[in-house]
């Protein structure tokens, strides 16, 4: 495998791990040709990177690419300390463990609403499942109506197409059409306040310090894309990795205990969030490779979740890896809001599906993989469950 690789090419969009390989080995700082960023791909020097924004900004927005940029100023995930902390500050007022605790018997019910409509038999999991249950749980959350679901899942495939290409037309209209929803929600909240995120969001204070009407559209943006886009992907990764392993299907169906291990592994295995970007600040050296200030640098957590320096037999799915210090929720200040949101739908999802079905296989058409750098996961799983 070549450790020279198009890192936006769709070879390696379809299996990036072979590259990712090379490139740890041969190339762990590597300057890539198309955009000249640098890609971190060890575990240690992802790691350091992340907890180091001082160095490594977030300012220019979390995009692969420099010039695929539509960030709200004002988003979480394109904001350093200190402003950083004051927005998390706030937010976390909002979207607190005790509302994602609250809401699981919710989750269990969407969840349930969902399988009974899934026949046995091959059926395609990614529109029966694992895109309308993170979609209609943080819609419902955030008081989105339900009539609007479509155009939810819509506007969030908008958001993370920006990440890494240029803004087209299309693109950049649908991003507007969000902002325009979201800014009319949040005034119909101003003048009737509901038992939802939004609503909380517009009351959330600190110090007489409460958000502004931009970073009110950035928290909402985030909310919507990281809400949904995580857990989408986490649910057909698994399942497509259950499906190559009749073995684990029965185990876990056997040992429940093992399904929150199962979620963790398939976070570290196959990274839902891939790559995502931040910009130096300063000249610096890692592993002596001089970057420039001002320079592009792709943190590949997909390939430091396999670093076999971080984990042992890191190419292998092991449910009860006693590692748990993986980088697909991220790390430092910019961890994953909705880490506990996350990990509860999959645990539902999963926990549902070993209830209902005795086997899970294949399908016969094989799956399509989206084509994205930023984002791993499927277009289309078709599974044989029965």
Avoid at 285 to 308: E, Q
Wanted: aromatic share 6%; glycine share 6%; proline share 9%.
């Amino acid at each position: 495998m070549t450790s020279d690789p198009d890192v936006f090419s769709a070879e390696f969009r379809e299996d990036p791990y072979p590259f990712y390989e090379a490139l740890r080995r041969e190339n762990p700082v590597y300057r890539e040709p198309r955009y000249g960023g640098y890609v971190l791909t060890r575990f240690d020097d992802v790691l350091a990177a992340l907890i180091d924004p001082e160095t490594f900004s977030s300012a220019q927005g979390p995009g692969p690419a420099p010039s695929a940029n539509l960030n709200p100023p004002a988003a979480l995930p394109a904001t350093d300390p200190p402003h950083h902390d004051q927005l998390r500050a706030l937010v976390n007022r909002a979207f607190t463990p005790r509302r994602v605790a609250a809401s699981e018997p919710r989750i269990e019910a969407i969840a349930r609403e969902l399988l009974a409509e899934m026949p046995t038999g091959e059926l395609d999991l990614v529109p029966s499942l694992s895109i309308p249950l993170p979609v209609v749980v943080i819609a419902e959350m955030l008081g989105v109506e339900p009539e609007r679901l479509s155009d939810f899942r819509r506007w969030s495939d908008a958001f993370v197409g920006l990440l890494e290409s240029e803004p087209t037309p299309e693109l950049t209209a649908c991003a507007m059409e969000l902002v325009g929803y979201f800014k009319e929600l949040a005034e119909k909240r101003r003048r009737d306040p509901k038992d939802d995120l939004v609503s909380a969001l517009l009351q959330a204070e600190i110090d007489g310090r409460r958000l502004t009407p931009a970073e009110l559209d950035g928290f909402f943006i985030v909310l919507l894309v990281a809400g949904n886009e995580t857990t989408t992907n986490l649910i057909s990764n698994q399942l497509h990795i259950l499906s190559q392993r009749p073995d684990l299907w029965k185990r876990l169906r056997d040992d429940r205990s093992l399904v929150p291990l199962a979620i963790e592994e398939t976070v570290r295995f196959d990274t839902p969030v891939q790559n995502l970007g931040r910009q130096t600040t300063r000249d610096v050296v890692v592993r002596g490779t001089r970057i420039p200030k001002d320079s592009r640098v792709i943190v590949s957590y997909g390939a430091a979740n396999r670093d076999p320096e971080a984990f042992a037999a890191a190419g292998e799915y092991r449910p009860e890896r006693a590692e748990k210090k993986h980088l697909g929720f991220g790390q430092g200040v910019h961890f994953c809001l909705g880490v506990g949101l996350a990990r509860l739908e999959g645990r539902i999802a999963l926990n549902a599906l070993l209830d209902r079905y005795a086997t899970l296989e294949p399908g016969e058409t094989a799956p399509t993989r989206l084509q994205s750098t930023v984002i791993r996961g499927f277009g289309s799983l078709p599974l044989r469950m029965d």
